[in-house]
């Protein structure tokens, strides 16, 4: 079993810059694949990024792709997204999800576990 919490979220203009954490309780934490989803109003909740377990393999969107950096601190059993040049399309409520097994990582089906979500909003 674990547990996900986000943080970091918020109100950002154009062009700026947020980071958001998950922090994790639960076992073997770095035998997760973690992610990222996000979801606009009216739209489905998609894929961001993802980071495998121990050997930290990461996998993008195109749409953030070279913008948002995903990392992972296993001794600290939290992940990050680093999100750069934000822009009012980024606008959604972002969650953290974890996944056991070697799994397709951009498949929201995959996940077990998922966090609350946290807010962020980026204005023009």
């Known amino acids: 079993q674990v547990h996900l919490v986000e943080s970091g979220g918020g109100l950002v203009q154009t062009g700026g810059s947020l980071r958001l954490s998950c922090a994790a309780t639960g076992r073997y934490f770095n035998s997760y694949t973690m992610g990222w989803f996000r979801q606009a109003p009216g739209k489905e909740r998609e894929f961001v990024a993802s980071?495998?377990?121990?050997?930290?393999?990461?996998q993008y969107s195109d749409s953030v792709k070279g913008r948002f950096t995903i990392s992972r601190d296993n001794w600290r059993f939290t992940m990050y997204l680093q999100m750069d040049s934000l822009e009012p399309e980024d606008t959604a409520v972002y969650y953290c999800?974890?996944?056991?097994?070697?799994?397709?990582?951009?498949?929201?089906?995959?996940?077990?576990?998922w966090g609350q979500g946290t807010q962020v909003t980026v204005s023009s």
């Open positions: 980071v495998r377990g121990s050997g930290g393999g990461t």
């Open positions: 999800a974890a996944a056991t097994g070697t799994v397709a990582a951009d498949v929201r089906n995959n996940y077990n576990y």
